[in-house]
């Protein structure tokens, strides 16, 4: 079992940066498959990107080249670096797993993990 706790969210103006991080517990991190979701209020839980164990990266089309995801198996850390911030990516952004044993497929569905983060709210004002 793997317990994460996002963190890094925070209010930005439009065109800013900001840097999630998602700490994993456990020392089998490099065994699980991460992913990025976020919902904003009365929607859906959308995907954002994700990251196989051996690294492997997929992303929404509405975030390619604005936001990256990268993860460091020695820290137990997924990071979600966001640039160019719309105030149309404020939402509440949550760090999922899923136990996948050096691996290229990455996960798009909520329903494909099994562990989920807290939740860190991001707001990108106008």
């Known amino acids: 079992q793997v317990q994460l706790v996002e963190s890094g969210g925070g209010l930005v103006q439009a065109g800013g940066s900001l840097r999630l991080s998602c700490a994993a517990s456990?020392?089998?991190?490099?065994?699980?498959?991460m992913g990025w979701f976020r919902q904003a209020p009365g929607k859906e839980r959308e995907f954002v990107a994700a990251?196989?164990?051996?690294?492997?990266?997929g992303y929404t089309d509405s975030v390619k080249g604005q936001f990256t995801i990268s993860r460091d198996n020695a820290k137990n850390t997924v990071y979600l670096q966001m640039n160019s911030l719309k105030p149309e990516d404020t939402a509440v952004y949550y760090c999922a797993a899923e136990s996948q044993t050096y691996g290229s497929t990455y996960y798009a569905r909520p329903d494909e993990y099994h562990y989920w983060g807290q939740g860190t709210q991001v707001t990108v004002s106008s």
């Open positions: 456990g020392r089998t991190f490099r065994n699980y498959a």
């Open positions: 990251i196989s164990s051996n690294g492997r990266t």
